[in-house]
């Protein structure tokens, strides 16, 4: 699940606030950054299902490439 980098920037007033900042961003993002989390804001679509199984998303996304008419969507 950690293949991607993530870039953010985000921009403060003052210089003593950075540290807290660092961290509570780093608190957001670990608690929406994870397995279960994906697997709740996608579903898998294979042609003419759509599937919410953990096991079944899991298995399509560990592979480098969806297979032909597999697709991920994100239900936010």
Do not use: W
């Not at 985000?10 to 660092?22: N, Q």
């Not at 697997?39 to 998303?57: D, F, G, M, Q, Y």
């Amino acid at each position: 699940m950690n293949k991607y980098n993530r870039d953010i920037i985000f921009l403060v007033k003052d210089a003593r606030s950075v540290t807290p900042g660092e961290e509570y961003l780093n608190a957001v993002i670990a608690r929406v950054d994870n397995i279960d989390g994906f697997c709740n804001a996608h579903e898998l679509v294979n042609r003419n299902r759509i599937t919410s199984k953990r096991s079944k998303i899991l298995a399509a996304v560990q592979k480098e490439q969806l297979k032909p008419f597999r697709f991920l969507l994100n239900k936010n």
